[in-house]
């Protein structure tokens, strides 16, 4: 008689989660495991692992993760500890905080970004005690469309 083996992944990162195209999540998504978004969520994505939002996939809140590639829509902030791609698809409306950025010819980006030293300057005043107003940070903004 054959045994029957369940493989279970032992790193979080061979982890594959869907939220296939007819799903509509709402609330926080956490994953230890990579996260691959068809279908819409309205809440927060916080993955330690990959995040790919597909063409058509929406996700109408901040995103947090490790690496993310982008094709579909994003409303909200996206935080990218190590690398973020916006495909020629993808429409961002918020702003990016990521140690490097790809962005395809076609790519809709609306908002403000930080890269590499100024992204980390950014995540460690964020745990820290507001600044003024009034002091200037050094960033760019990029905005999309016809003037």
Known sequence: ??????????????????????TTVEGTVR????????????????????TIVMPGG???GEVSTTTAEI???????????ERLVLKASAVIEGDIVTDKLVVEDGATFNGE???GQAAKDTSSRDRS???????????FTV?????
């Open 31 to 50: 994953s230890k495991g990579n996260v691959n978004v068809s279908g819409t969520v309205n809440g927060n994505v916080e993955v330690d692992g990959r």
């Open 71 to 81: 094709a579909g829509t994003v409303r909200g902030r996206i935080t990218v500890r």
């Open 1 to 22: 008689m054959a045994k029957t083996r369940t493989a279970t992944p032992t790193n979080p990162a061979e982890q594959h989660n869907i939220i296939g195209a007819s």
């Open 58 to 60: 929406v996700v109408e």
């Open 143 to 147: 905005v999309s469309g016809d003037a």
């Open 129 to 139: 005690p507001k600044r003024n107003a009034s002091e200037s940070d050094a960033s």
């Open 113 to 115: 970004c930080r890269m």
